[in-house]
């Protein structure tokens, strides 16, 4: 079938469906904090307000920004424009502007009152936080982008920024960026101070992390406010010979074996329970964990993976494994942020002003999983890129009809009670939204 091509100036979007997501945020009352913020001003007259520049951003993150450049995906949507009720849309530079004016004193007085005023919307106690740290390669300039531990690009300048993670509702709890040359633990103290702060009155029931932050002065700070910890033990030599010297194991399957004792390093004043989990290789071949370095000349621990975890739980051994396995979630976060969300590509030259522009995508994130639990009523994860083409990738286009105005959506009868209902269900929905722990 040859096609002929024609125009129309009907005013049509893509997005239509991002209306949802508009609508839930107006039910939480977004403007209201947005207006308590001390946001920087544009500087001119003619700019766009901050407000604008916000709420225009994150809507471009959810329809599949993940640089600035892609941010020009919502500029040309009048219907995006209308919902919004913006007078015109902004660029791209628009936007690296306005980051560029925060730095880190502007950033602790935004997004402190921001997160909390969030987790205020969130009735949950009791939780896990999982902390980890990743990797942002760049190619440019940047401040901050230095060489260190980068091991899908070694010799890269990157970033190595902090994150903090509610595993029951699966969130965002703090973001911090930090030069590439930066260790894992590096600030970590402070870090979870503005966690902590971040999240208000909630009750931290459990904290987990990962090797880099086998530390001395974790372990301290996690004992000193009575929170209970299981956090992955790095294979010192010490740690070795505690292993090599156990014949205490519990066969919990074929392959699989467990320990439980006291560790006391030579930099501690007390001793710590250890969980020792032991894996047979032919038996579990996709097996976790490290041969044992010391001993590899000795054939049977060349058979063996280890992990080692230390906890002041008083759960059982098996639990404390299961528990430190779930951890493995925050990974996936970090994986969503960064190929869903351009977690690791909105950068500007400022450092802090990339953390800011972080920091508002970690806001769309959220956001989008509150959406996922209260408006899909559903605790299944679907992948942003799902629920993108899924739901918000709707044709649709804005008419009037006496003093009303209509949205018309482009969806197949099948697709239109379902729709209906997702409608019915941000008008219905009401903070604070509660979270079985």
């Given at each position: 079938?040859?096609?002929?091509?024609?125009?129309?100036?009907?005013?049509?979007?893509?997005?239509?469906?991002?209306?949802?997501?508009?609508?839930?945020?107006?039910?939480?009352?977004?403007?209201?904090?947005?207006?308590?913020?001390?946001?920087?001003?544009?500087?001119?007259?003619?700019?766009?307000?901050?407000?604008?520049?916000?709420?225009?951003?994150?809507?471009?993150?959810?329809?599949?920004?993940?640089?600035?450049?892609?941010?020009?995906?919502?500029?040309?949507?009048?219907?995006?424009?209308?919902?919004?009720?913006?007078?015109?849309?902004?660029?791209?530079?628009?936007?690296?502007?306005?980051?560029?004016?925060f730095d880190l004193s502007k950033n602790q007085q935004v997004f402190t009152p921001l997160y909390q005023w969030f987790f205020n919307k969130l009735q949950f106690d009791n939780f896990t936080l999982d902390v980890d740290s990743t990797i942002h390669t760049r190619y440019g300039s940047q401040e901050g982008?230095?060489?260190?531990?980068?091991?899908?690009?070694?010799?890269?300048?990157?970033?190595?920024?902090?994150?903090?993670?509610?595993?029951?509702?699966?969130?965002?709890?703090?973001?911090?960026?930090?030069?590439?040359?930066?260790?894992?633990?590096?600030?970590?103290?402070?870090?979870?101070?503005?966690?902590?702060?971040?999240?208000?009155?909630?009750?931290?029931?459990?904290?987990?992390?990962?090797?880099?932050?086998?530390?001395?002065?974790?372990?301290?700070?996690?004992?000193?406010?009575?929170?209970?910890?299981?956090?992955?033990?790095?294979?010192?030599?010490?740690?070795?010979?505690?292993?090599?010297?156990?014949?205490?194991?519990?066969?919990?399957?074929?392959?699989?074996?467990?320990?439980?004792?006291?560790?006391?390093?030579?930099?501690?004043?007390?001793?710590?329970?250890?969980?020792?989990?032991?894996?047979?290789?032919?038996?579990?071949?996709?097996?976790?964990?490290?041969?044992?370095?010391?001993?590899?000349?000795?054939?049977?621990?060349?058979?063996?993976?280890?992990?080692?975890?230390?906890?002041?739980?008083?759960?059982?051994?098996?639990?404390?494994?299961?528990?430190?396995?779930?951890?493995?979630?925050?990974?996936?976060?970090?994986?969503?942020?960064?190929?869903?969300?351009?977690?690791?590509?909105?950068?500007?030259?400022?450092?802090?002003?990339?953390?800011?522009?972080?920091?508002?995508?970690?806001?769309?994130?959220?956001?989008?999983?509150?959406?996922?639990?209260?408006?899909?009523?559903?605790?299944?994860?679907?992948?942003?890129?799902?629920?993108?083409?899924?739901?918000?990738?709707?044709?649709?286009?804005?008419?009037?009809?006496?003093?009303?105005?209509?949205?018309?959506?482009?969806?197949?009868?099948?697709?239109?009670?379902?729709?209906?209902?997702?409608?019915?269900?941000?008008?219905?929905?009401?903070?604070?939204?509660?979270?079985?722990?």
């Amino acid at each position: 079938m040859d096609l002929k091509i024609d125009f129309t100036d009907k005013e049509i979007s893509p997005w239509s469906g991002v209306y949802l997501l508009k609508k839930m945020l107006d039910r939480m009352e977004f403007d209201e904090i947005l207006s308590a913020l001390n946001l920087p001003e544009t500087g001119s007259n003619r700019g766009y307000h901050p407000h604008q520049l916000i709420k225009q951003f994150i809507t471009s993150v959810w329809c599949g920004a993940n640089k600035f450049e892609h941010t020009e995906v919502t500029r040309q949507d009048e219907v995006i424009r209308q919902f919004w009720g913006f007078d015109k849309m902004a660029g791209h530079k628009s936007f690296q502007r306005f980051f560029s004016k925060f730095d880190l004193s502007k950033n602790q007085q935004v997004f402190t009152p921001l997160y909390q005023w969030f987790f205020n919307k969130l009735q949950f106690d009791n939780f896990t936080l999982d902390v980890d740290s990743t990797i942002h390669t760049r190619y440019g300039s940047q401040e901050g982008a230095k060489k260190g531990y980068n091991p899908k690009k070694p010799g890269r300048l990157s970033h190595h920024p902090l994150m903090a993670f509610i595993a029951d509702c699966k969130m965002v709890a703090n973001y911090w960026q930090r030069s590439g040359d930066a260790y894992t633990s590096n600030n970590i103290e402070s870090f979870l101070d503005d966690t902590f702060e971040k999240l208000g009155k909630k009750k931290i029931g459990l904290f987990r992390a990962d090797s880099g932050f086998y530390d001395k002065k974790v372990f301290n700070y996690l004992e000193k406010k009575s929170i209970n910890y299981i956090i992955a033990a790095r294979m010192y030599a010490p740690i070795q010979h505690n292993i090599a010297s156990r014949h205490n194991w519990l066969k919990m399957a074929d392959g699989l074996e467990i320990a439980d004792t006291n560790y006391k390093s030579p930099n501690w004043q007390d001793s710590k329970r250890m969980i020792i989990i032991r894996q047979y290789v032919p038996t579990r071949p996709k097996a976790t964990g490290r041969t044992l370095s010391l001993f590899k000349d000795e054939g049977i621990y060349r058979k063996y993976r280890y992990s080692c975890f230390i906890t002041n739980l008083n759960l059982p051994a098996e639990q404390i494994w299961t528990l430190y396995r779930q951890r493995a979630d925050a990974e996936n976060r970090i994986k969503e942020l960064k190929y869903d969300f351009g977690s690791s590509s909105f950068n500007v030259n400022g450092f802090y002003a990339t953390e800011a522009a972080l920091n508002f995508v970690m806001i769309a994130y959220n956001i989008i999983s509150l959406f996922r639990q209260v408006v899909l009523n559903t605790k299944v994860h679907e992948q942003m890129k799902t629920l993108r083409y899924k739901i918000f990738a709707i044709g649709g286009y804005i008419i009037q009809k006496g003093n009303q105005r209509i949205l018309k959506l482009s969806l197949d009868m099948k697709r239109r009670e379902w729709f209906t209902g997702l409608w019915m269900n941000t008008n219905n929905i009401k903070a604070p939204f509660i979270f079985d722990s």
